[in-house]
């Protein structure tokens, strides 16, 4: 009998004792005559287990004991960390706000100042990825950094110890205008049904005239997490997904009776980074004719995974089932598609999200009989990519001019109002600092670009004055996608 699991057939267990009698003589073999010593630990949890999981689909995996530990950390929402956050471009780290009571913040690290240096590694060698890697990596241990901070002659050291930090799934909470929310779901926790309660509090429920929900780069998460955000917009008993597994009967889930849903219009932002429980709420809404989907086609995993734990602190996630959305539609790509990698960025890695295993792109019908395709990820009501960038805005960004420009603005001032604006006098100041740095573009470009430069310049000073989610409100007011979805509100 396997471990944990119920007795096979006899015929079944028989076969898979000559197949497991066959793989320990390989093994021994193997540790008897390679050149080097054999580890047992390496050969099964790098080699044995994993080449199992390989033949069946891309998204069952193995969790070592450390990776069993991030990801029941990553459930909870804590992370170890400095608690600052960053702004990184080529060669350059930049402090843009740090969290009160985290090791950055009781160190004495402060908004513009720039770490050059982290246990003896120079950043400014390193290339952008690299560069990310190599920070996420310091985050586990304790770390010397070498600053450069404005006004400062000399570089000041720095010694941080990391320690749990909260890592909230509910990221940004604004308005975007008078009565019109904004709300940012970074992924789906165990905590996060409850934050998202807390930022609507915050806006005001009852104040609330629209609201745009952004589940932009959302890599998924925890389905009941999912679950409960979509049904707070549903009708008590509606259907918020349905799965479907090889053993045991299908299963509806509902949104739950006795609930109050929210009445207020609703857009839900996805792109292609979108997937798994954030396409889940994203589809439920749309097929009950909730909420108007915008912005680009989501990702498309439809695999329901559990996770199974195993002796000496490991675990397998397994593809146990699939979802499908309250109309009937996959999510999931077809079986050749699945080879397309999942996105790189947050989140747990076992996620729930709607589909069949390679069901075709079929018409569907939403309860108001509106027809809507299935299959191989969500297709947004309203289309919009976001704005790509022209080689002049290219230069702005990869020579980190803006955020340069506002470290010298704001520590040549002792307060920026909360009404601050970017004024034509320092939109030449602007213009003057690039020329400085050879950046000299034509009166027409800089003409073309001028309200993207005044954004920018807002958004890079309010980073570093208020924090990063003042800065993100100056930020949504040029973002296309965003500015969709309050047309999509239609609010007049």
């Given at each position: 009998?396997?471990w944990?699991?119920s007795?096979?057939?006899?015929?079944?267990?028989?076969?898979?004792?000559?197949?497991?009698?066959q793989?320990?003589t390989?093994?021994?073999?193997v540790?008897e005559?390679?050149a080097?010593?054999?580890s047992?630990?390496q050969?099964?949890?790098?080699?044995a287990i994993?080449?199992?999981?390989r033949?069946?689909?891309?998204?069952s995996?193995?969790?070592d004991?450390d990776?069993?530990r991030?990801f029941?950390?990553?459930?909870?929402?804590v992370?170890?960390?400095?608690?600052s956050v960053?702004?990184?471009?080529?060669?350059?780290?930049?402090?843009?706000?740090t969290?009160?009571s985290?090791?950055?913040?009781?160190a004495?690290l402060?908004?513009?100042?720039?770490?050059?240096?982290?246990?003896?590694?120079?950043?400014d060698w390193?290339e952008?990825d690299?560069?990310m890697d190599?920070l996420r990596?310091?985050r586990?241990?304790?770390a010397?950094?070498m600053v450069?901070?404005?006004?400062?002659a000399?570089?000041?050291p720095f010694?941080?110890t990391?320690?749990?930090?909260?890592?909230p799934?509910?990221s940004?909470?604004?308005?975007?205008?008078?009565?019109v929310?904004?709300?940012?779901?970074?992924?789906f926790?165990?905590k996060t049904?409850?934050?998202?309660r807390?930022?609507?509090?915050?806006?005001?429920?009852e104040?609330?005239?629209?609201l745009v929900?952004d589940l932009?780069?959302?890599?998924?998460?925890v389905?009941?997490a999912a679950?409960?955000?979509?049904?707070?917009?549903l009708?008590p008993?509606?259907?918020?997904?349905?799965?479907r597994g090889?053993?045991?009967?299908?299963?509806a889930?509902?949104?739950?009776?006795?609930?109050?849903p929210l009445?207020f219009?609703?857009?839900?932002?996805?792109?292609?980074?979108?997937?798994?429980?954030?396409?889940?709420?994203?589809?439920a809404l749309?097929?009950h004719?909730?909420?108007t989907?915008v912005?680009?086609p989501?990702f498309?995993?439809?695999l329901?995974?559990?996770?199974?734990?195993?002796?000496?602190s490991?675990a397998l996630?397994l593809?146990?089932?699939?979802?499908?959305?309250?109309?009937?539609?996959?999510?999931?790509?077809s079986l050749a598609q699945?080879h397309r990698?999942?996105?790189?960025r947050?989140?747990s890695?076992?996620a729930?999200?709607g589909?069949?295993?390679?069901?075709?792109?079929?018409?569907?019908?939403?309860?108001?009989?509106?027809p809507?395709?299935g299959?191989?990820?969500?297709t947004p009501?309203?289309?919009?990519?976001?704005e790509g960038?022209?080689p002049?805005?290219t230069?702005?960004?990869t020579?980190?001019?803006?955020?340069?420009?506002?470290?010298?603005?704001?520590a040549?001032?002792?307060?920026?109002?909360q009404?601050f604006?970017?004024t034509?006098e320092?939109?030449?100041?602007f213009?003057a600092?690039l020329?400085?740095?050879q950046?000299r573009?034509?009166?027409?470009?800089?003409?073309a670009?001028?309200?993207?430069?005044?954004?920018r310049?807002?958004?890079?000073?309010?980073n570093l004055?208020?924090g990063?989610?003042?800065g993100d409100e100056?930020?949504?007011?040029?973002d296309?996608?965003?500015?969709k979805?309050?047309e999509a509100?239609d609010?007049?």
């Open positions: 009998m396997l944990g699991q007795p096979l057939p006899k015929d079944e267990e028989k076969e898979l004792a000559v197949l497991l009698k793989f320990t390989a093994y021994h073999v540790e005559n390679f080097d010593p054999v047992p630990e050969a099964l949890y790098g080699g994993p080449g199992l999981l033949t069946l689909d891309p998204f995996s193995f969790l004991p990776q069993f991030a029941q950390q990553m459930q909870q929402s992370q170890k960390g400095f608690g960053v702004s990184v471009s080529p060669g350059r780290v930049i402090v843009l706000q969290l009160p985290t090791p950055s913040a009781r004495g402060a908004a513009g100042d720039e770490i050059v240096e982290i246990n003896g590694y120079r950043l390193m952008p690299a560069l190599f990596q310091t586990q241990n304790q010397r950094l450069r901070r404005p006004g400062v000399t570089l000041m010694l941080l990391p320690a749990e930090v909260a890592s799934s509910v940004r909470a604004f308005f975007l205008r008078p009565g929310g904004y709300i940012k779901i970074e992924s926790e165990e049904a409850e934050e998202f807390k930022a609507l509090d915050k806006l005001g429920t104040k609330l005239r629209g929900l932009r780069d959302n890599p998924g998460g389905l009941p679950i409960e955000v979509a049904a707070a917009f009708k008993g509606q259907v918020v997904l349905s799965i090889r053993s045991g009967p299908g299963e889930i509902k949104a739950p009776e006795g609930s109050q009445g219009p609703l857009a839900v932002l996805v792109n292609g980074r979108s997937a798994s429980a954030a396409e889940i709420v994203a589809w749309e097929d004719d909730r909420a989907i912005g680009e989501s498309g995993k439809g329901v995974q559990r996770v199974f734990p195993l002796p000496e490991t996630a593809t146990t089932a699939l979802y499908f959305t309250p109309s009937g539609r996959s999510i999931q790509k699945l990698p999942m996105p790189e947050g989140g890695p076992i729930a999200a589909g069949g295993a390679a069901s075709a792109s079929g018409e569907y019908r939403t309860d108001a009989g509106r809507v395709k299959g191989g990820g969500i009501d309203v289309l919009v990519s976001p960038l022209t002049f805005r230069a702005l960004e020579s980190s001019s803006f955020l340069k420009f506002a470290q010298r603005y704001t040549d001032r002792r307060s920026i109002p009404d604006d970017v034509p320092l939109l030449d100041d213009q600092f020329s400085e740095r950046i573009p034509a009166l027409s470009e800089w003409s670009n001028r309200e993207y430069i005044r954004n310049l807002k958004t890079e000073i309010f004055t208020f990063v989610e003042k100056v930020e949504a007011q040029r296309r996608q965003v500015q979805a309050l509100l609010l007049r």
